[in-house]
Each structure stands twice: as structure tokens, then as C-alpha cells.
Antibody, heavy 120, light 106 residues
Framework: QALLVQSGAEVKKPGSSVRVSCRSS????????TSWVRQAPGQGLEWMGR????????NYAQKFQGRVTITADELTTTAYMEISSLRPEDTAIYYC?????????????WGQGTAVIVSS | EIVLTQSPATLSLSPGERATLSCRAS??????LAWYQQIPGQAPRLLIY???IRANGVPPRFSGSGSGTDFRLTISSLEPEDFAVYYC????????FGGGTKVEIK
């Protein structure tokens, strides 16, 4: 069973950038999509985008296009999600998740979440 | 962009009762829909995918139905651990989520 371990909490100033990592301990990292989902305090889930490491191509929700960059490093089996020009409304828990082939490419394994706080 | 609307926002029920949650899509998503359960403080858990297939380890009291634009998640008899928030998600066009339904103890 794959395990996704995310980097620790971050506190950032408005206008800065943050990069969150997600290390996979499972096999076949390069052939599974890794998705990113965020959850603002007391709010619902928001799909941000995903990457297939095998092809190094990412696609993004329209809302995040241009401000979010998702990358993956096959050597370290780690995916990254970077947000630039941070705003207070980006304060949220950020989750990575694996889109499992055996579960129809839905998110069947999740990281523990990374809290990002944006405050001046 | 496909918008998913869940109803009701909150469902107040007692243990042992049947829960029926709805998810409506703004455009057809065929059967490309999943349901997740989230307990406060935890990451979401995949329950149902492709509208009606239970994920590994999910008890049979959870069932999903629907296709196109209208979907349902049914919990046949609520257990104490089922009181949580439930989200639907489509993967027909990217991966949007519904706003969630909170199932709370009455």
C-alpha cells in the first residue's frame, strides 16, 4: 500500500510563494497521477490539479491556472505543489492524493495534509 | 467547468436510520463520480467510485447509484462512525468536488 508523506506546516506573508512536497513510498510513482486538493478552514474540498510523473505534464483547475505549479521528481518519488502570489484566502490545509488505477483513477491514498497560513 | 451541487447541506439522523445524500452535476459526467467521507481532522477517504463501486474495505451499508447528472449515496443503517461530511467528486472534466453534506446525530 502506497504511503504519501507531506512536508510540514508553513506560515507565509502575502505576496510570497510556498512549495509543499509529497513523498510517495509506493511503487509505480511515475505511472500514477498525483492530485492536489485544498480545504480552507471550515470549508469544503477544492481540486487544484494533478500530474502524471511519467509524462511530467500537469493540468490545473481553471481557478489556479497560472498561479499554481505542480511538478514531480521521479528519482525521489516526490511531487510538489507551488503557489505564488499568496493571499490570505490561500490559508488552508493542502492535501496530495494518489489517483489509483485499481480504483478508477480516483483518489484512494491521501497524504496527511499540510497547513499553510498566509498572514502579514 | 462542471459544477456539483450536493443536497441537503446537513442531514440530522439517528443511528440505525437510513441516509440518502444527493449530488447533481451541471453537465453529464456519465458514471465518472466518486463519494468521499471526511471525519473532522482527517484526510478524506474514498468510499464509492464510478458511481456505484465500493472501494476496498468499505462496508456494504454504503451504496452509490446514478449516472449522467443525478447521483445518490445511501447509507442503509447509520453507525456511530458514519457521522461525518460526505463529498462527491467528478472526474469527467478535471476533478471538481461538491460542497459537501454533513451527516450529524439528531
Amino acid at each position: 500500500q502506497a504511503l504519501l508523506v507531506q512536508s510540514g506546516a508553513e506560515v507565509k506573508k502575502p505576496g510570497s510563494s510556498v512549495r509543499v512536497s509529497c513523498r510517495s513510498s509506493g511503487e509505480n510513482f511515475r505511472t500514477y497521477y498525483t492530485s492536489w486538493v485544498r480545504q480552507a478552514p471550515g470549508q469544503g474540498l477544492e481540486w487544484m490539479g494533478r500530474i502524471l510523473p511519467k509524462f511530467t505534464t500537469a493540468n490545473y483547475a481553471q481557478k489556479f491556472q497560472g498561479r499554481v505549479t505542480i511538478t514531480a521528481d521521479e528519482l525521489t518519488t516526490t511531487a510538489y505543489m507551488e503557489i505564488s502570489s499568496l493571499r490570505p484566502e490561500d490559508t488552508a490545509i493542502y492535501y496530495c492524493a494518489r489517483d489509483g488505477a485499481s480504483t478508477g483513477y480516483y483518489m484512494d491514498v491521501w497524504g496527511q495534509g499540510t497547513a499553510v497560513i498566509v498572514s502579514s | 467547468e462542471i459544477v456539483l451541487t450536493q443536497s441537503p447541506a446537513t442531514l440530522s439522523l439517528s443511528p440505525g436510520e437510513r441516509a440518502t445524500l444527493s449530488c447533481r452535476a451541471s453537465h453529464s459526467v456519465s458514471s465518472y463520480l466518486a463519494w468521499y467521507q471526511q471525519i473532522p481532522g482527517q484526510a478524506p477517504r474514498l468510499l464509492i467510485y464510478d458511481a456505484s463501486i465500493r472501494a476496498n474495505g468499505v462496508p456494504p451499508r454504503f451504496s452509490g447509484s446514478g449516472s449522467g447528472t443525478d447521483f445518490r449515496l445511501t447509507i442503509s443503517s447509520l453507525e456511530p462512525e458514519d457521522f461525518a461530511v460526505y463529498y462527491c467528486q467528478q472526474r469527467r472534466d478535471q476533478g471538481s468536488f461538491g460542497g459537501g453534506t454533513k451527516v450529524e446525530i439528531k
